[in-house]
Structure formats: structure tokens, C-alpha cells
């Protein structure tokens, strides 16, 4: 049975980081694209970033660049969305997703590619 369970949330101060954990059970990890959401309240959920079964990355909006990085470690069953220099605007709840197949959508992501979602974690930025 696939699970996902997202951990690591929490309420910083704008300019802090975050690392949060995506930990996969049910599925070789190894053989699939994961991605990271997020819905801020009020909002749809978007694509934040996706990491391929392979390894390469793409992060999708403009305002993560630079300061959100994922990785997978396959020994672990665990994808990480590293988030530097946060600001209020990424409040939101945070999803990590298993994709249907080994590679990211460029230049976009749909939320149908993914399968399976884990249940969210919360990150609040606010002073």
C-alpha cells in the first residue's frame, strides 16, 4: 500500500528555513518523479518543485527559485524540500506527491500526473 508522510512544518520568521521530509513507503521510490505542492489558504494547490527518478530537479514558479531546493535519498525512502530565506507568501500548506512515471513535466506540472499524495504539513512564516 503507497503512503507518503510529510513532516517538518513549522511556524518561522520571514528570512528563516525549513527542511521538510517526505518519507514513501509501498513503491521503490527509485522508479518514480516525486513532487512537492502547496495551498496556501484560500488558494489552489500548485507545484512547487518535482525531482525525477534520476535525479534532475525543476522548481516551477518564479518565486521559489533560488531559495527552495529539492533532493531524494533512495536509501532512506525520502524526498526533502529545503526552503531558505521564507516569507509570508509561503504560508501554505505543503504536499509531497508520487508521479506516474520516472520524469517531470517542463515547463509546467498538473496535480492529475500525481497518483498518490501524502496528507500535508504546515508552514506558517510570520514574525
Known amino acids: 500500500q503507497v503512503h507518503l508522510v510529510e513532516s517538518g512544518g513549522d511556524l518561522v520568521q520571514p528570512g528563516g528555513s525549513l527542511r521538510l521530509s517526505c518519507l514513501v513507503s509501498g513503491f521503490r521510490l527509485q522508479d518514480y518523479a516525486i513532487g512537492w505542492f502547496r495551498q496556501p489558504p484560500g488558494k489552489e494547490r500548485d507545484a512547487v518543485s518535482c525531482i525525477s527518478w534520476s535525479g534532475d530537479r525543476i522548481s516551477y514558479p518564479e518565486s521559489v527559485k533560488g531559495r527552495f531546493s529539492i533532493s531524494r535519498d533512495n536509501a532512506k525512502n525520502t524526498v526533502y524540500l529545503e526552503m531558505n530565506n521564507l516569507n509570508p507568501e509561503d504560508t501554505a500548506v505543503y504536499y509531497c506527491?508520487?508521479?506516474?512515471?520516472?520524469?517531470?513535466?517542463?515547463?509546467?506540472?498538473?496535480?492529475?500526473?500525481?497518483?498518490?499524495w501524502g496528507q500535508g504539513t504546515q508552514v506558517t512564516v510570520s514574525s
Open positions: 506527491a508520487k508521479s506516474r512515471g520516472r520524469l517531470c513535466d517542463r515547463p509546467r506540472t498538473r496535480k492529475t500526473q500525481f497518483d498518490f
